[in-house]
């Protein structure tokens, strides 16, 4: 089946573009079964709308951490050197502990 260019008429601006060969055969390729609606600058312009109302995710997912917040620190003290260190997550007293360096120790230790 051979494919070929097609004229198309942009649902939000009424412009007419065309839905290239290549784009027809990437579209079967991921399974997509729709022409696209709009052309390409309407496309840019609605998504980066959905990405300004999503706070910079898209889809639930993280782009960039851009939509994520500063991750939370919790200070602790280093099981083996006894300095005061920083970790994302809340200490637990009955396992231990370590600063990024002692960490790297115990990695590779096993």
Request: hydrophobic letters at 25%; one cysteine or more.
């Amino acid at each position: 089946m051979s494919l070929e260019d097609k004229t198309l008429t942009c649902r939000e601006c009424g412009a007419d573009f065309i839905f290239t060969a290549g784009e027809q055969e990437f579209y079967q390729s991921k399974g997509l079964q729709n022409a696209p609606s709009r052309c390409l600058p309407c496309r840019q312009l609605a998504k980066s709308a959905r990405n300004a109302a999503n706070g910079g995710n898209y889809g639930g997912f993280s782009s960039g951490g851009g939509g994520r917040p500063p991750r939370q620190m919790h200070e602790t003290t280093c099981a083996d050197c006894g300095t005061t260190t920083q970790v994302p997550f809340i200490p637990k007293y009955d396992r231990p502990v370590y600063c990024s360096n002692c960490f790297e120790n115990h990695r590779v230790a096993r």
